[in-house]
């Protein structure tokens, strides 16, 4: 982070590592990384592995153009993956996302409309407010919890 920092200031002009690895987390963390070098005209170096970005080597820039396109299509699977995943559970009946805050006064709700009483009464013996009362009685109807 007080690299980053330093080169957001404009006091760095290369950054020396001796391993790719080294310097990033992940091949997504490293293309971040490059960009932020390369938005901020810093020369990135690893004498290790013959990585030099500097403007008199072309070789290295081909090298990070392609570790770039690498986690550009990592990312994309990632979020491909996510997307399937979120669409199988869906069609699971598996509800996402965080539970209502009067999630666990449904049975409450439940056994109240079985007697026949109505939302605004719900609220008054629940203390919840009426707007509140009114969804969960809906839900409850509609089938939804």
Do not use: W
């Not at 004498?47 to 072309?58: A, C, E, R, Y």
């Not at 049975?107 to 009362?133: D, F, K, Y």
Request: hydrophobic residues 40%; positive net charge; contains cysteine.
């Amino acid at each position: 982070m007080q690299l980053m920092g330093q080169v957001y200031r404009g006091k760095v002009d290369v950054v020396l590592t001796y391993k790719l690895d080294r310097l990033a987390r992940s091949l997504s963390h490293l293309a971040q990384i490059i960009a932020e070098l390369q938005a901020h005209n810093v020369a990135l170096v690893c004498p290790s592995q013959g990585i030099d970005t500097s403007n008199s080597n072309p070789a290295a820039q081909l090298q990070i153009n392609i570790l770039g396109a690498v986690a550009q299509f990592e990312r994309e699977l990632i979020t491909e993956r996510v997307k399937a995943g979120v669409k199988a559970a869906k069609q699971r009946g598996v509800k996402l996302g965080r539970p209502g805050k009067y999630s666990n006064r449904i049975g409450q709700v439940q056994a109240l409309m079985a007697e026949g009483v109505n939302a605004t009464e719900i609220g008054r013996r629940l203390g919840l407010p009426c707007s509140t009362a009114g969804e969960l009685v809906r839900e409850v109807k509609a089938g939804i919890r």
